[in-house]
């Protein structure tokens, strides 16, 4: 027989999952509390029940998922002897893997939604959980960076120009291409920029 401690952790884990599956997809702002519910059977007071509100699901999201970027990303820089380009590669699709939508816009589309502490812990696990780990990526020795650009750019301007895989609308090069050949195609551009420097 399943007790109440045990009933409550798997409705408490059902709302996490359901969250982070409609939040990912849809943004924070397009998504409710009553969407949340509804998607495991519950009803909004149920959730309630669990969860203060709507910022603190979201925030409890976001951190588990920033918690699987960091580490796929640091086993990726750990156990991976590719090239460059080979691992980014791999970072781009463990990004895309987890983030159905466009991770950028996700995060800083909800800013102005949140309140200036819950802003202030997005911006933290935003910062320590992406930006920090392809900032080491992007410091590499073998990564030879332009002068001026420094891996804090360069993992921010990577972040920002990732939009493509996340829809057919602005996808680049061959739309028949399979998924690494396509996320390739954008990191080249990337990397190494869309034109030849003629001086």
Do not use: C, W
Request: hydrophobic fraction near 40%; glycine fraction near 4%.
């Amino acid at each position: 027989m399943v007790t109440r401690a045990e009933q409550l952790a798997k409705t408490h884990q059902a709302i996490l999952d359901a969250a982070r599956e409609l939040f990912l997809k849809h943004g924070y702002a397009a998504t409710s509390t009553r969407d949340i519910a509804k998607a495991i059977g519950i009803t909004q007071p149920a959730l309630y029940h669990h969860f203060k509100d709507k910022e603190v699901i979201f925030l409890a999201v976001i951190t588990t998922v920033g918690d699987e970027i960091r580490q796929g990303i640091t086993d990726i820089l750990t156990h991976s002897q590719e090239p460059p380009l080979e691992q980014l590669t791999e970072v781009s699709l463990l990004l895309t893997h987890k983030h159905p939508a466009d991770i950028f816009t996700l995060i800083h589309t909800s800013f102005k939604d949140l309140s200036p502490t819950h802003m202030r812990e997005l911006g933290g696990i935003f910062m320590s959980d992406y930006v920090q780990p392809l900032q080491r990526f992007f410091a590499q020795p073998e990564l030879h960076l332009q002068a001026g650009v420094t891996p804090a750019m360069a993992a921010n301007f990577y972040l920002t120009s990732l939009s493509p895989l996340f829809n057919s609308f602005h996808r680049i090069g061959d739309p028949q291409a399979d998924e690494r050949t396509q996320i390739q195609t954008l990191l080249k551009m990337i990397l190494f920029g869309v034109a030849i420097d003629s001086k």
